[in-house]
């Protein structure tokens, strides 16, 4: 059974940090494309960070140079490390990886985040 689990959410005040994993079990995070979702209060889920099967790194605007993702294959972990953090941040983080048809199937049960002005 594919699972996905997410932890590291909290409150934390503007400018802060805070850093999201991922653990992944019954499969091998290195073999997917993941990543980031976040959705916020009344609003739809949007993609945040990714990294595609071609080792590829993705960012929606709105977090270039203060976000990052990276995985470590021997924890089978996916991270977001946020740095700077504002308030239009806080929202449930999800992660999510993607299916053999191309789609964001299997999904985290979320975390979150909540950034204090």
């Known amino acids: 059974q594919m699972q996905l689990v997410e932890s590291g959410g909290g409150l934390v005040q503007t400018g802060g940090s805070l850093r999201l994993s991922c653990v992944a079990a019954?499969?091998?995070?290195?073999?997917?494309?993941i990543g980031w979702f976040r959705q916020g209060p009344g609003e739809e889920r949007v993609l945040v960070a990714e990294?595609?099967?071609?080792?590829?790194?993705n960012y929606a605007d709105s977090v270039k140079g203060r976000f990052t993702i990276f995985r470590d294959k021997f924890k089978n972990t996916l991270y977001l490390q946020m740095n700077t953090l504002k308030p239009e941040d806080t929202a449930g983080y999800y992660c999510?990886?993607?299916?053999?048809?191309?789609?964001?199937?299997?999904w985290g049960q979320g975390t979150q985040v909540i950034v204090s002005s």
């Open positions: 999510a990886a993607e299916g053999a048809n191309g789609e964001w199937t299997y």
């Open positions: 990294i595609t099967g071609g080792n590829t790194t």
């Open positions: 019954g499969f091998s995070l290195d073999h997917y494309a």
